[in-house]
């Protein structure tokens, strides 16, 4: 094991968001208590990451489908949902520590992270403290271009609206994000949940770059930095907002390719469910195949 996530586990098999889920506590390396649902059997683990102010919520439509082939896990980062708000700095890399912290404390030997948004940039921080269990990630609606770079006056821009009143911001913001089609009970639903998060949380997790790899903007490219720690394969699952330039993004390996859901807005496993299910499934049946080419081809060596 690699990661520096605290072994200590707080199981409350008899606490049920759905049933036949089981809710449990980890620990993260700096002790926050983060909160997790766990449900079904099967290899590889799926381990789900939720976005930025969301929760693990925002995977209803995929853990009762994939629990029926896969032990599924959804996670509240720290500061979001059920877990701990007694952080100091909210980073990406301190994020990451809280995924490492429910895999190392369940014992997950092979997984599969998967990432919406924000939780798309958390899963690279955490690959790395965890390299021997992970098998392939998948980003959602998170990463286009890798090639784009952002300069820092132009995050300050974006980030100033939060700073003078953050739930208008938020519920403003979301509203950019979705397509004139959308369902407009989940845009409200959405806007409503994240407007409504910590701002402390929000505008820390939006504003704390550690160094290496912030949420939102690739200064320096500082994102493929990132994903070249990476070993496992990386498959992106994004909407059509922005075009993702697959012969830009093949020159970083370990990135994969990418799965096009049309005429969705950002949330793409709620807004069509039954097509984000289908790409994800394919992908899981790729890094299964991977895996299982590398296990034979280390034993031919």
């Known amino acids: 094991m690699t990661s520096k996530s605290k072994s200590v586990m707080s199981k409350r098999a008899d606490q ?3 049933p036949g889920s089981e809710i449990g506590t980890a620990v993260s390396a700096d002790g926050v208590q983060i909160r997790y649902e766990l449900k079904g059997k099967g290899e590889p683990t799926l381990v789900f990451v939720h976005g930025w102010c969301c929760d693990r919520s925002y995977w209803r439509e995929q853990l009762p489908y ?3 082939r896969h032990r599924v896990v959804a996670i509240d980062l720290a500061g979001h949902g059920e877990s701990g708000l007694n952080r100091k700095a909210w980073t990406m890399d301190a994020f990451g520590e809280d995924v490492a912290a429910v895999v190392t404390m369940l014992g997950l030997k092979q997984v599969v992270l998967i990432g919406h948004s924000m939780g798309g940039t958390v899963i690279l921080k ?5 390299p021997e ?12 271009n890798l090639e784009e770079t952002h300069t820092q006056k132009e995050m300050d821009e974006f980030i100033a609206p939060f700073r003078v009143n953050f739930p208008e911001a938020v519920s403003k913001w979301v509203r950019t994000i979705f397509t004139p089609k959308s369902d407009p009970k989940l845009v409200e639903w959405v806007a409503a949940h994240m407007s409504a998060r910590p701002p402390e949380v929000g505008l820390g997790a939006a504003t704390e770059a550690d160094g290496e790899l912030a949420f939102w903007g690739n200064i320096d490219n500082c994102l493929i930095r990132a994903i070249q720690k990476v070993e496992a394969p ?6 059509d907002l922005q075009p993702t330039p697959e012969e830009i993004n093949k020159r970083y390996p370990p990135y994969s390719n990418a799965k096009i859901v049309r005429g969705v807005g950002h949330f793409v496993m709620l807004e069509a469910p039954a097509a984000f299910n289908q790409f994800l499934e394919s992908s899981i049946e790729e890094f299964k195949r991977q895996a299982s080419h590398a296990v034979r081809s280390m034993g031919q060596s």
């Open 16 to 18: 049920t968001d759905r």
């Open 66 to 68: 994939f629990a029926k």
């Open 126 to 130: 955490a690959t790395p403290k965890i």
């Open 133 to 144: 269990q992970v098998i392939g990630l998948v980003t959602v609606d998170q990463f286009y």
């Open 234 to 239: 990386l498959v992106f699952i994004n909407s």
